[in-house]
Structure formats: structure tokens, C-alpha cells
């Protein structure tokens, strides 16, 4: 099941771990280097003393003009063109059963569209799988896309075009075959009418021109940046055909003619959507594929209750399960099946970034412009005891913006981050210059009086003034702030937050709202405070636009919630977009990050050092587990076997 999640902005209610806040998609996720479903969570976190896993040698990336069955950031493929299949699969996996999981990105409560790749609706899950593209991504590598449609690419010399030859046996669904014209029609489409998100990113594309039915050349502009053909290598294709009499740009319940490996089956809008195998599929032994897509087929259940979702897993309505919430994996398996045998858990580590959680404060309000405002309220956040008393200890506290990579800034700035820092020196703030901020460590208390000293006085600087037990903004009004939410998830660790900021005089109260109006308020910019989760990168590039880019901060519906808009932040990002090699990429990272860090346009939240699984005793998977992801539940499949032996009757 070839995994994407597209540039979307997905709402979803929030709670500890990272699927369960809003969650922002990064450019690996656009590749589809998930290799399928590998991996609920992608970006599970690392242990704090792990280091990355070691890649084997590549061959040296291709100088001048070349053809090839793949792409990456810088050229350089692990496998070559006659790889069998990813090393992470079992290639003789039987196929059969159901897998039935839970919603975790986007919409967690609801759906009432099929199209995810525009703003209007709640997108239904798992709609990816039913739609390929030009390539996809492994799971072993950071950033290399290997042919799917197309069976190999041609690169100019000056890498701004790439021609790709697309293989003659790719169908739609409808058994119409899939040309260059409609992969010309779906970039045109996205870029037009896409999602902001899709405009931004493919901004720097200049046109896409089929040159036969199975040829398609994309026209790149000089100051493209580095990634931007991986981008495109992984956009998913549209029939051209089907959606000449219907209006790319509404919502629908009519599932769009796609080209992957399953299909949409039965639905109920607000319940459950199933997808079918598509057992004739044209890719189903294309070396991508290998040893993937082994599941009948797959449902995703939608539950606004999470204690209603819980009981529905214990139940075995849900047979796969990734746990989010420390409590209930402290306490909360101790069930009938789970004491038999029937249910199990594993922690499985995998070496990939993790997320980028935090509340982001919306810089478009007045009252959220003066930095000190930003740290004063940042101090009210007791991590130390959130994490004792209601995550168990589970957590680690985020404090970069590239977290546990090798682009984390640490330390003082190198030689080579200062040649890109120095220009800036006098618009930054001077911190930039020396050891990146770290937030706080509290007492562990729940009520650190010393952070909160620090905090008045921060606030009291910045003009701010008490009077009884309200803190008044400079023009004399109260000082009032708003959480924004979908779901109360989150309020037992944002409540002491809260408690605390009323201690120095602020006014701090939630509004949850269904998802819908959420998801309206956050592409419309209408919220002080919210919960977002980043997903990150190995190689980060183009993506950060639509994080922290001015543009971005000005564009309703992009994914720059915080409202960030700096000239160096725009210059330093360019500089990681347009890297010539990962160290440059790494250099301008760790710079970027101390920008970011010196402007407190958050307050950072936590990550988990390894990914929980619970499920139904009836799969089994490969030995090996890919580089970058658990591999769950993408490479697994349903074993029959176990599945007799518990008395499995799903």
C-alpha cells in the first residue's frame, strides 16, 4: 500500500503522541517514502542516545545528463535498476484478511469528501492508496524515489529537465491506460486548483509537456529548488478522461477513478470507509510493490470517543492499534484477550526524526508580537510535571525544531553557520550567536515559583501591568488567550498550563470546536494559540516555505500556522532548498534552527522515544525492519494460521 499523505492541512483532535494534534506534512511524506503503509507513525522518535542508522556505500550521484530508474535529493540510489524488491518485505507474503485500524491523521471524528487534494471538505483516510504516481520512495533511504508509472527518467545536464518514460502496461482502474497527458493534466490541475500547499511547492515548475503518449517532460525554472523533481515525481496521477465533466475543486462522495492498489469499497460518511485490493492491479509485480499490498482488504473506523475507539480495539471491531496515550499503556491493557494472548503489544524503535510537536502562538495577533510575551508564556508550562503525573515518564521534551538529527543546532554556531549568520547580525536577535535557547527545567512542581518570577518580569518589561488579579496589555485591556482545539484530548496537559498563565494574571481558556470549524478557523487563520505537529525530514527542503516562509504567512490555508515571516528565515531556508550536498543541507538547517529557536514562536511539547503497537494476534511480518520506519502495518500481512489458533472471527 503505497503510502502518501499529501500537502493538506490536516485537523485532527489532540493528545499526547504526534497523529492525534494537527498534523503538518512534510516532503517525505509527499514522496510516499513510507514505501506503503510502512509505519502509522513515520516519524516515531529515536532514543536520546541513538545515532542514525548507517547507510550502506552508494554509487558517487551522476554527473552532466543521465537516465535512470530513480531519483534523490543529490543522485545518489541505493538500489539498482534490477533490485528484485525493498529489502524490508517479505516477497512471498500470503494475501488475504482484513486490517481494520483507527483514524489518526487528518479528521479523526469525521469525513464527507473523497477528494483530499482541495480545501473544501473533511477528507476521507487511507484515500492515497487508491491513486499512483510517477515513482515512490523507500523506507531504507532518506529521500530516493524508484520508478512506478515511469520505468526510468532522463536529466538534463543542467537538471532542469526531466523526461520520464512511463511504462506501457499502467491502467486506470476503468482499465483505460494511463498516458502522459493525464500526468500533464494532474500536475496542471494541482498547481491551478490544488491545495495551497501543492501551489507553493510546485510554484518554481515552469510546465509539463507530453512529447508521446508514454513520454512526459517537466520544464523546471533556473532558481527551482533542490527537491522540487522528487515533488513531482511523486504527485498522484488523475484520469484527465474522468474529470473532464466534474469539478476538481468540490467535494464529493463519488470515489475519483484512481490507478493503486486498492480501491474504495463501502463507506458511511462519519463511520468507516473500506478499500478493496485491486486483484488484477497493473503494479502488482512491479519491484515497488514486491511483497506490499497483502491485505483483502482495508477499513479505517472513525470514533469521536476515544474511550468508545479503546473499546472497540478490546472488542476486536479494530484489530491494529498504535497507542498514543501513556495512561492507557500503562494501565489500560489488562483486558481479557490481552491476559490470554490474544491481543499483544510491541515497542518497536525505528531511526527516523521525530515529529516537530508544540503550541504555536498566531504572530498575526498584536498580542503575541513582543518575543518576551512568547517566553513569559512559554515558562508557564511545567513539562516536567506533565510528563510525571500524566504521560508516566514516556516523553521527552522537544526543544529543537529539527529534533535528534544531525541538522539540530548545538553548541556554538560552527565557521561554516556563521558565514551564513554574519549578514543577518543586528536583525536577529544576538542569541543567534551563541548557544541555541533551550526551554526551561523546571522544579518539576507543577508551579516553579523561579520560572514564574521570570516570566512577570518578562512581562512587566514588555510593558504589561497587573492590577488585582488581571495583567493588563499596554493599552489597558486584559490579557486574554485562547487554545484552540477539536477535542478535549489534550486538556488535562494544557489545563496546569493554563492554571499557571492565570497566575500571572492571563486569562487562558480553551474552545474546542467540532473539526470542520476547526479546520476552517486554522486555514483562515482565526486562533491565538494552537497544537500542531510538523512531521520531519532527513533531508529537509521546500516544505520549510510552507512552515516558516513569509509567503507562506500571508497565504490563507498554508501550513505556516505560526505566522512566521523573517528575511532571514526566508534566506537561510533558500539556502537549504537550493544545497548542492547534505552537509550544506545540514549546515543551513542548524542555522535555521537557531533563528528559529531565538524567536520563541512556540511553545515546545514532547516526543516518544519508540512507537507502541497493539493488535489482534493474526499478522506477522519480516524480520528486517526498514531504516526509517517500523514497517507497520505496510509489511505485514494476515497470518491464518494465528488467526485459527485464537479463535480469530473477524
Given at each position: 500500500?503505497?503510502?502518501?499523505?499529501?500537502?493538506?492541512?490536516?485537523?485532527?483532535?489532540?493528545?499526547?503522541?504526534?497523529?492525534?494534534?494537527?498534523?503538518?506534512?512534510?516532503?517525505?511524506?509527499?514522496?510516499?517514502?513510507?514505501?506503503?503503509?510502512?509505519?502509522?507513525?513515520?516519524?516515531?522518535?529515536?532514543?536520546?542516545?541513538?545515532?542514525?542508522?548507517?547507510?550502506?556505500?552508494?554509487?558517487?550521484?551522476?554527473?552532466?545528463a543521465y537516465e535512470a530508474h530513480g531519483l534523490s535529493a543529490f543522485?545518489?540510489?541505493?538500489?539498482?535498476?534490477?533490485?528484485?524488491?525493498?529489502?524490508?518485505?517479505?516477497p512471498d507474503a500470503p494475501i488475504g484478511g482484513k486490517l481494520v485500524m483507527r483514524v489518526t491523521q487528518g479528521s479523526l471524528d469525521t469525513f464527507n469528501t473523497l477528494n483530499t487534494f482541495v480545501l473544501q471538505g473533511d477528507p476521507a483516510a487511507g484515500m492515497s492508496m487508491t491513486f499512483d504516481s510517477l515513482m515512490v520512495g523507500s523506507a531504507d533511504e532518506p529521500d530516493a524515489v524508484y520508478g512506478l508509472v515511469a520505468q526510468s527518467v532522463w536529466v538534463s545536464e543542467d537538471r532542469r529537465l526531466y523526461r520520464f518514460k512511463m511504462?506501457?502496461?499502467?491502467?486506470?482502474?476503468?482499465?483505460?491506460?494511463?498516458?502522459?497527458?493525464?500526468?500533464?493534466?494532474?500536475?496542471?490541475?494541482?498547481?491551478?486548483?490544488?491545495?495551497?500547499?501543492?501551489?507553493?511547492?510546485?510554484?518554481?515548475?515552469?510546465?509539463?509537456?507530453?512529447?508521446?503518449?508514454?513520454?512526459?517532460?517537466?520544464?523546471?525554472?533556473?532558481?527551482?529548488?533542490?527537491?522540487?523533481?522528487?515533488?513531482?515525481?511523486?504527485?498522484?496521477?488523475?484520469?484527465?478522461?474522468?474529470?473532464?465533466t466534474r469539478d476538481f475543486t468540490a467535494s464529493t462522495l463519488e470515489a475519483p477513478l484512481g490507478s493503486g492498489a486498492y480501491r474504495v469499497g463501502r463507506f458511511e460518511v462519519g463511520r468507516f470507509i473500506e478499500f478493496d485490493r485491486v486483484d488484477d492491479y497493473w503494479a502488482r509485480d512491479i519491484n515497488v510493490n514486491v511483497g506490499q499490498n497483502r491485505?483483502?482488504?482495508?477499513?479505517?473506523?472513525?470514533?469521536?470517543?476515544?474511550?468508545?475507539?479503546?473499546?472497540?480495539?478490546?472488542?476486536?471491531?479494530?484489530?491494529?492499534?498504535?497507542?498514543?496515550?501513556?495512561?492507557?499503556?500503562?494501565?489500560?491493557?489488562?483486558?481479557?484477550?490481552?491476559?490470554?494472548?490474544?491481543?499483544?503489544?510491541?515497542?518497536?524503535?525505528?531511526?527516523?526524526?521525530?515529529?516537530?510537536?508544540?503550541?504555536?502562538?498566531?504572530?498575526?495577533?498584536?498580542?503575541?508580537?513582543?518575543?518576551?510575551?512568547?517566553?513569559?508564556?512559554?515558562?508557564?508550562?511545567?513539562?516536567?510535571?506533565?510528563?510525571?503525573?500524566?504521560?508516566y515518564d514516556s516523553y521527552k521534551r522537544t526543544t529543537s525544531f529539527f529534533e535528534n538529527t544531525p541538522q539540530e543546532a548545538e553548541g556554538l554556531p560552527s565557521a561554516e553557520e556563521l558565514v551564513l549568520l554574519e549578514p543577518w547580525r543586528g536583525k536577529v536577535p544576538d542569541e543567534v550567536f551563541g548557544e541555541p535557547f533551550m526551554p526551561p527545567v523546571s522544579d518539576g512542581s507543577g508551579n516553579d515559583r523561579e520560572q514564574l518570577r521570570r516570566a512577570f518580569k518578562l512581562l512587566t518589561d514588555a510593558g504589561y501591568k497587573r492590577e488585582g488579579n488581571a495583567l493588563r496589555l499596554p493599552d489597558g485591556k486584559p490579557f486574554e488567550i485562547e487554545f484552540l482545539d477539536s477535542s478535549t484530548r489534550l486538556q488535562p496537559h494544557t489545563q496546569p498550563f493554563q492554571?499557571?498563565?492565570?497566575?500571572?494574571?492571563?486569562?487562558?481558556?480553551?474552545?474546542?470546536?467540532?473539526?470542520?470549524?476547526?479546520?476552517?478557523?486554522?486555514?483562515?487563520?482565526?486562533?491565538?494559540?494552537?497544537?500542531?505537529a510538523r512531521l520531519a525530514s532527513l533531508t529537509p527542503g521546500p516544505e520549510l516555505r510552507v512552515f516558516y516562509g513569509s509567503q507562506a504567512a500571508k497565504t490563507p490555508g498554508t501550513l505556516n500556522v505560526a505566522g512566521i515571516s523573517d528575511p532571514a528565515i526566508d534566506a537561510l531556508i533558500a539556502h537549504i532548498v537550493n544545497a548542492k550536498t547534505r552537509d550544506e543541507v545540514t549546515i543551513g538547517a542548524r542555522a535555521l534552527d537557531r533563528v528559529l529557536r531565538a524567536g520563541r514562536y512556540w511553545v515546545p511539547m514532547w516526543y516518544r522515544a519508540d512507537e507502541w503497537l497493539a493488535y489482534w494476534n493474526i499478522f506477522s511480518h519480516p524480520d528486517k525492519q526498514p531504516r526509517y520506519s517500523s514497517g507497520a502495518p505496510g509489511t505485514w500481512w494476515f497470518d491464518a494460521e494465528k488467526a485459527k489458533r485464537i479463535g480469530w472471527k473477524g
Open positions: 500500500m503505497v503510502r502518501r499523505i499529501f500537502p493538506r492541512l490536516p485537523i485532527s483532535p489532540s493528545v499526547e503522541a504526534m497523529p492525534h494534534t494537527t498534523i503538518l506534512a512534510t516532503r517525505r511524506d509527499l514522496l510516499g517514502l513510507a514505501g506503503g503503509f510502512i509505519g502509522t507513525s513515520l516519524t516515531a522518535g529515536l532514543f536520546p542516545q541513538a545515532t542514525f542508522a548507517q547507510e550502506p556505500e552508494k554509487a558517487p550521484p551522476p554527473t552532466g543522485g545518489d540510489l541505493e538500489l539498482p535498476a534490477d533490485f528484485k524488491h525493498f529489502g524490508y518485505v517479505n511504462r506501457p502496461e499502467a491502467r486506470f482502474h476503468d482499465g483505460t491506460k494511463i498516458t502522459a497527458a493525464d500526468v500533464v493534466f494532474s500536475f496542471d490541475i494541482l498547481k491551478e486548483k490544488g491545495l495551497p500547499a501543492y501551489r507553493s511547492l510546485l510554484a518554481e515548475a515552469e510546465k509539463a509537456v507530453a512529447e508521446a503518449d508514454d513520454v512526459v517532460t517537466f520544464h523546471l525554472s533556473a532558481e527551482r529548488g533542490r527537491d522540487l523533481h522528487l515533488i513531482i515525481a511523486a504527485l498522484p496521477i488523475f484520469s484527465k478522461a474522468y474529470w473532464s491485505f483483502q482488504h482495508v477499513r479505517y473506523e472513525y470514533f469521536r470517543d476515544e474511550q468508545v475507539m479503546f473499546e472497540a480495539f478490546k472488542s476486536g471491531i479494530i484489530n491494529f492499534h498504535e497507542e498514543y496515550t501513556a495512561s492507557i499503556w500503562a494501565n489500560g491493557y489488562n483486558f481479557p484477550a490481552f491476559r490470554s494472548g490474544q491481543v499483544v503489544r510491541e515497542k518497536i524503535d525505528i531511526s527516523a526524526p521525530p515529529s516537530v510537536q508544540g503550541w504555536y502562538f498566531n504572530l498575526r495577533r498584536e498580542k503575541f508580537a513582543d518575543p518576551r510575551i512568547r517566553e513569559a508564556i512559554g515558562l508557564a508550562f511545567d513539562f516536567e510535571w506533565t510528563n510525571a503525573k500524566i504521560m492554571e499557571n498563565l492565570k497566575r500571572l494574571g492571563i486569562k487562558a481558556t480553551s474552545r474546542i470546536v467540532d473539526p470542520s470549524q476547526y479546520q476552517l478557523r486554522l486555514e483562515n487563520y482565526d486562533y491565538d494559540i494552537v497544537s500542531v
